[in-house]
């Protein structure tokens, strides 16, 4: 085998930590060789050498894991951003993943999350505000008094949650004294909002 050159080896793993960091997956062959300027003949043959010597593990496409993106999967959330939840009428919402963020395990804990932007204002007595980023919790049950994303008619709206189990309904009610609840016969639960990351004016 060709002598190696030892500067490779460090510049790959870096790549795919880098890599692993800002899209929550690991680079193909393609993308490695493209990032650390070597052909992909290359890129496979310090692969090759990197898995024997215990310094990679990968099983199929995508799925190259370091020991630096080992440590960096403990430590962030990597969470999927999906665009506006309605703060003031319903709203569909869109589930399609604009971007992926890293948010710091030991600050938000551990879980399945997605991240809405608050679009409108019935929730500002709660300090949200149209822009703000949610934090939410996936799972489809509730406690009484949550913020919840919930789902009416293939409609999203966040709004906290009040189930009236004597009268078979679900009030929803804003955080805006202007506004009225809204009270529906029954709604899907998709999310508990658990954190408001904003800047502080």
Known sequence: ???????????????????????????????????????????????????????????GHRSLVTEKTSVSRSDFLNVPVLGKVSCGLPKY?????????????????????????????SMIEAGINDGDMLLIRVQNTAEVGDIVVALIDDEATLKRYYPDRVHGRVRLHPENRNMDDIIVKDCVIQGVAVKLIKDLN
């Open 1 to 59: 085998m060709r002598t190696k050159n030892n500067d490779y080896f460090d510049r790959i793993e870096d790549f795919i930590k880098s890599y692993y960091e800002e899209n929550g997956l690991s680079p193909s062959m393609r993308e490695i060789s493209s990032g650390v300027g070597i052909s992909c003949a290359t890129v496979q043959r310090y692969l090759a050498e990197m898995r024997e010597n215990g310094r990679i593990s990968y099983n």
């Open 93 to 121: 919402a869109e589930e399609n993943i604009e971007e992926r963020i890293n948010l710091p395990a030991a600050l938000f804990g551990k879980g399945d999350f997605y991240i809405l932007y608050a679009s409108g204002d």
